[in-house]
Every structure is written in structure tokens, then in C-alpha cells.
Nanobody, 122 residues
Framework: VQLQAFGGGLVQAGDSLRLSCAASGLTAYSFTWAWFRQAPGKERDFVAAISWAGGSTYYADSVKGRFTVSRDNAKNTVYLQMNTLKPEDTAVYYC????????????????WGQGTQVTVSS
């Protein structure tokens, strides 16, 4: 099983970025997919999740209205569209997958991508 996250970069406050997470070696349909982020010296926090089967989405309060999680069935890929970025969004972003229903707890995820850095300057 492999998850590959990419799309990070250095942007200015107010800009947008789209992260992608491509999955291989598993059947995406039975999984819940999530994005987490970890800033220096902080814990890895939940950002957003999507249920592959039903498409239900979940967001941390800090990103509601600015971030959108989506999936592409044909490409086995999950996306995180990030708009109106703020300096406090700066972190390494990780995609993750778990069998079963949604959870905001990082320890309950079975598979992880390598992380992609997002830096937002003020």
C-alpha cells in the first residue's frame, strides 16, 4: 500500500493550493480518507476527511469554508483544495486512510503518505 501526497509549496496569505494524494495497492472504496497537518513543535491535527463510499465530508473548524476535500474514483486520488490560506495553515500536510468510518484521531489511521510542506507567508 502506498499513498503519495504532493502539491505543497510556498504561497502568500490569501492564495490557494491544491494537494493531491494518490493511492495504490488498495481498494479505495472501503476506506475513509483524511488530511492531517503538523506544524513544528505541534501535534498532528485533523484537517479534513472524506468517506470514499458515500462521499460524506468532515472538516476541522479552523478550515471550514476555506478547504474542500474531494475524490476522483477513476484516479484513486483524494484532493484538498485550500483557499484563502493563512500563515497559521503552515505545516506539513499528510494524507491518511483507514478502513471503516470517519475518525479525527490520527492513531486510528492505517496508512500514511509521506507529507508535503505548505508554507504561507504573510
Amino acid at each position: 500500500v502506498q499513498l503519495q501526497a504532493f502539491g505543497g509549496g510556498l504561497v502568500q496569505a490569501g492564495d490557494s493550493l491544491r494537494l493531491s494524494c494518490a493511492a495504490s495497492g488498495l481498494t479505495a472504496y472501503s476506506f475513509t480518507w483524511a488530511w492531517f497537518r503538523q506544524a513544528p513543535g505541534k501535534e498532528r491535527d485533523f484537517v479534513a476527511a472524506i468517506s470514499w463510499a458515500g462521499g460524506s465530508t468532515y472538516y476541522a473548524d479552523s478550515v471550514k469554508g476555506r478547504f474542500t476535500v474531494s475524490r476522483d474514483n477513476a484516479k484513486n486520488t483524494v484532493y484538498l483544495q485550500m483557499n484563502t490560506l493563512k500563515p497559521e495553515d503552515t505545516a506539513v500536510y499528510y494524507c491518511a486512510a483507514r478502513r471503516g468510518n470517519y475518525s479525527p484521531t490520527n492513531s486510528e489511521y492505517d496508512y500514511w503518505g509521506q507529507g508535503t510542506q505548505v508554507t504561507v507567508s504573510s
